[in-house]
């Protein structure tokens, strides 16, 4: 990984520390690191400045004194809200939805993954264009970082509508090649199984454990944007199902990624099971489940069978409290992905839920 290059103030609501905790991860996956938390109360937000001025020049003093490159907002901001903040701190304003669509700008390496950024990003822009209502550069990266396909061209308002266009025609033709690939599975009678979590809980490792795959991991937020599927062979009588490494879930995703991910992102309304996976180790682990949980609903997801892995077992101290994990949160399986401790247990539960699915439909028959 790169040296931390940049510096940062988050500017977060002290009523949900969780949320700017995870803010430090994910300027850590900039490459930018986190100086200050800046709590502030949001019971009244400015539409002006979005802080009070007394809390706004406090910051400001803040930022000037330790030479801060970039000032960090937990939350979405207007564009008014940036101008203003940049115009009265001298200081480099984003928000979470702004970091968030960086990170998957950097991330992006297929066409279809630099198409859905680029228009997610164009989309979040219009607001600014249209406000404006003047000529202005397309640069992919928000606070400076390099995006797929980064070039320098005037857009005016009639074309970034066009580009949202052809985006858009683009993304058809690529969601129906993708189509014809579920067809031929569907036809192949093959077992499709999702793995399906919040950033960072361990997905592509579990992957890599079940399918003898080296898809990269680390421990950066969203290392995967690109859905893969591979075989991975389990026993004799069932033989071999395909696993599907899918997006990483994350609070306050922002509404123009999600649609412009929605073809990839809906991809999970075809599996035959889903492996929900939750890094057990992480204090606020109950919080990402209910937003793994609320997505699945919102992709209409929620009604196939699943299988809760609390991951990260290698990491995870209190073993002994497992007991009770399990009726607080629901049945699962203690495994670590990357050790592989419980992995035949998993695939045992696998092979059982195939088994009774297989039953079900000879059952029906």
């Known amino acids: ?10 500017v977060g609501d ?9 803010m430090e991860l994910l300027l850590k996956t900039l490459h930018i690191e986190s100086e200050v938390i800046f709590p502030v109360d ?4 400015s539409p002006a400045n979005f802080i009070s001025k007394g809390k706004l020049e406090e910051l400001r003093n803040l930022a000037l004194a330790l030479k801060i490159d970039l000032i960090v907002f937990d939350d979405e901001l207007s564009y008014t809200q940036i101008r203003n903040l940049t115009k009265l701190t001298n200081t480099v304003i984003a928000d979470r939805p702004r970091i968030i669509l960086d990170i998957f700008a950097s991330r992006a390496t297929t066409k279809e993954g630099k198409i859905q950024v680029e228009l997610a990003i164009l989309r979040k822009r219009l607001p600014e264009i249209v406000h404006q209502n003047k000529a202005y550069d397309q640069q992919v990266g928000f606070i400076g970082g390099k995006g797929p396909g980064e070039r320098k061209i005037e857009i005016t308002r009639r074309t970034i509508y066009q580009k949202i266009h052809q985006f858009k025609i683009q993304l058809k033709a690529l969601e129906k090649q993708r189509k014809t690939k579920r067809d031929k599975r569907l036809d192949s009678d093959l077992i499709l199984i999702s793995i399906a979590g919040y950033t960072n809980a ?11 795959e080296h898809t990269p991991t680390d421990d950066l937020l969203f290392h995967t944007l690109e859905t893969k599927t591979r075989k991975g062979f389990l026993n004799n009588t069932v033989g071999s199902v395909l696993f599907s490494d899918t997006v990483g879930f994350i609070r306050k995703l922002p509404h123009e990624l999600v649609e412009a991910f929605k073809g990839t992102l809906e991809e999970i309304q075809f599996a035959d099971l889903i492996m929900i996976v939750v890094d057990v180790s992480d204090p606020d682990f109950p919080l990402h489940l209910s937003t793994v949980h609320q997505t699945l609903k919102d992709l209409k997801a929620d009604h196939i069978d699943s299988i809760l892995i609390y991951n990260k077992a290698d990491l995870y101290p209190e073993k002994t409290n497992f007991n009770s994990l399990l009726k607080q949160h629901g049945d699962g399986i203690l495994m670590s992905a990357l050790s592989q401790e419980g992995l035949p247990e998993l695939k045992q539960k696998i092979i059982n839920k195939i088994e009774d699915r297989s039953n079900k439909k000879s059952n029906e028959i």
């Open 1 to 10: 990984m790169n040296k931390l290059t940049k510096t940062a103030i988050i």
């Open 14 to 22: 002290r009523n949900t520390p969780e949320t700017t905790n995870e």
């Open 42 to 45: 949001l019971g009244k937000i």
């Open 202 to 212: 361990g997905k592509s490792t579990l992957f890599n454990a079940l399918t003898r």
